[in-house]
């Protein structure tokens, strides 16, 4: 009960998920590739073998879909919360009350994420309080932690460019440590695509749902 390692994903529904990539995806086609970014998010943490694995799932009604589609061994929760912060803060105090010293949550939209940085976010929390991964675009793409912060999830413009900056801001308030990790991209709009689209050349293996995706695509 040492580690635990979330990842925050909600069901592919056409019209809700990934619209920004609308076009050059179809409704349908955006759902139908984030569920390939999840399935390899969900690989790339059952690679990282030292923390126990949970799906923090979205919506209430998708538990099924969710228990068809992880992992053995992985364990699901339900996101609860308003808002962003409110959903992670409450995935983050469930672990932490299980007894876990070190708990690390991370996104499910950039599964070419290197392995080298979960383990860093785990390890960086040998020296700091929290543990954080700056997303290209302003926001973070995990973030961890030995005790749960909950201020560091109040009073922020999530889905912003200024999400990491406020971040930062309060943890110099509260005189919380960071360690932070080399910036990561996740796949929202079409030049993230291109980025991927351009890693997965190089190495197909990095992510193989959305590398056959992406090639039946064309």
Request: with cysteine; charged share 25%; glycine share 6%.
């Amino acid at each position: 009960m040492d580690k635990a390692l979330i990842v925050v994903a909600k069901e592919p529904v056409p019209g809700h998920t990934k619209t920004r990539l609308c076009p050059p995806f179809t409704l349908e086609s955006a759902a139908a590739f984030y569920r390939c970014l999840l399935l390899d998010s969900l690989a790339l943490m059952a690679r990282f073998e030292t923390a126990d694995h949970t799906i923090a799932y979205a919506p209430a009604s998708a538990r099924s879909y969710f228990a068809r589609l992880s992992p053995n061994g992985f364990s699901l929760v339900e996101q609860v919360g308003a808002n962003l912060g409110e959903r992670l803060a409450n995935a983050l105090s469930q672990h932490f009350e299980l007894g876990y010293r070190r708990v690390v949550i991370m996104n499910s939209d950039g599964p070419t994420l290197p392995l080298a940085y979960l383990e860093e976010a785990f390890s960086g929390l040998d020296h700091a309080d929290v543990t954080l991964g700056p997303g290209h675009d302003g926001g973070y793409y995990l973030i961890g932690m030995k005790r749960l912060h909950r201020d560091l999830f109040e009073g922020i413009d999530w889905s912003t460019e200024r999400v990491i900056r406020q971040t930062l801001a309060v943890c110099r308030r509260l005189g919380i440590t960071v360690h932070q990790l080399p910036e990561w991209y996740d796949v929202d709009v079409a030049d993230d695509l291109e980025r991927l689209r351009r890693d997965l050349e190089e190495e197909p293996r990095l992510a193989p749902h959305t590398w056959d995706f992406l090639q039946r695509l064309g």
